[in-house]
């Protein structure tokens, strides 16, 4: 008997696009959470440049905290609050559909240790900023 | 056109006819409780014999009937037609496989994974037959009893931005699979599971979209599934092997 080699199949592969992400909300909440890296970055290393500034003495960091006053700059550190905002959140939504907590028998549901995250990271937040502001 | 009929956007694709795909409308009448699938059914019965597609119980069960609704990954047997307001229904086959023909895919390549996870029970110490079998409790199968709902549906690779743009990724359903056995009491086969899940293409390759959870049919939840093994595979590195000895 001998052994019949079928014809190389020919098939059809749909590619995906450059707007893969727009079709859908949750691709476009997934494609904000991603972009919010590269704008948490850009305030790491302005907060490094800010130390930078004050090491260099009081005529540098005195133009430096001009220039945070100036409405581009404002609105720079609006658009970085937003994502980080968006990050935080979100995160919070991740890590805890990904990270297992079991009580006795049970596994605590997502929603619970969601909202307690919420809750612990608004707290500390709100203490950080009395902190802050009182000072 | 009668109030209740629907149109069927169908993308087909025969290799005969040519190397693109091409759309084909087909007008539907429909019923009370109709599916996706059964308007399929429908077209080839009444309208088309030549359409291809899929399906075979027609229950949520066998995973066959997977295709792109609108847009979503659907199990078309569970997916009512009237809850599209839309006059229009557009269907095409799954995202992310080669298309053989119509609605039919080519998922070759998951098959061809799937066996490096082992998805079945691994003993490393056999228990004698005399001895019985190898008993669970309900707490134990509560454990993974989600993860076993998996039909192989395809939905969750379809849904999965990752496999579209590297189909190297080893993909949703089969790290739930692995991640269901790795839970599982009476399973010892997590450490030659874990060389395999820690490849670059494998668990680490998954950035979280979480859509493949979104639409399993089964709520297999398979985002988390991959979340939780890159914490077992970190907490394998940091702890002795002893923390994950399972009794014999």
């Known amino acids: ?135 | 056109m009668a109030n209740d009929d629907i149109i069927l956007r169908v993308e087909r694709y025969d290799p005969e006819r040519g190397p693109r795909p091409y759309a084909q409308s087909y007008r539907v009448p429909v019923r009370k409780g109709m599916m996706v699938l059964d308007a399929l059914n429908y077209v080839r019965d009444e309208l088309d014999s030549s359409l291809a597609f899929r399906w075979s119980c027609r229950m949520g069960i066998c995973g066959s009937c997977g295709m792109m609704v609108n847009g979503m990954p659907k199990l078309t047997c569970q997916d009512p037609v009237d809850r599209y307001r839309v006059r229009a229904i557009r269907i095409a086959a799954l995202d992310h496989f080669p298309v053989i023909r119509d609605l039919v895919s080519d998922i070759s390549d998951f098959m061809e994974k799937l066996p490096n996870i082992q998805p079945w029970i691994t003993r490393t110490e056999e228990k004698p037959l005399s001895a019985g079998e190898y008993l669970q409790t309900p707490e134990e199968r509560a454990l993974y009893a989600n993860h076993a709902a998996c039909i192989n549906c395809m939905l969750c690779y379809a849904a999965c931005p990752v496999y579209g743009l590297d189909e190297r990724f080893l993909g949703p359903a089969a790290i739930a699979l692995a991640h269901r056995y790795n839970l599982d009491s009476r399973d010892q086969g997590e450490a030659l599971r874990a060389p395999y899940l820690s490849l670059s293409h494998s668990v680490w390759e998954c950035t979280f979209v979480g859509e493949c959870s979104e639409v399993c049919p089964k709520h297999v939840m398979p985002a988390e599934s991959i979340q939780r093994e890159k914490l077992r595979l970190a907490l394998r590195w940091l702890l002795p092997r002893a923390a994950f000895r399972r009794r014999p």
Request: glycine share 6%; no cysteine; net charge positive.
């Open chain 1, 1 to 135: 008997m001998t052994l019949r080699v079928l014809p190389r199949r020919r098939v059809y592969r749909r590619r995906m696009t450059l707007t893969w992400w727009v079709k859908n909300p949750r691709y476009v909440n997934y494609i904000l959470r991603e972009a919010s890296s590269a704008f948490l970055t850009v305030f790491a290393v302005l907060y490094i440049v800010q130390f930078a500034l004050l090491a260099a003495g009081a005529g540098p960091y005195g133009r430096y905290l001009a220039f945070i006053k100036s409405p581009a700059w404002v609105a720079l550190n609006v658009i970085i609050l937003i994502f980080a905002l968006i990050h935080t959140v979100s995160w919070m939504f991740l890590a805890t559909a990904a990270t297992p907590v079991r009580i006795g028998a049970h596994e605590a549901p997502s929603w619970a240790l969601t909202i307690s995250g919420l809750v612990i990271w608004l707290a500390i937040s709100v203490g950080v900023g009395y902190v802050i502001l009182r000072g």
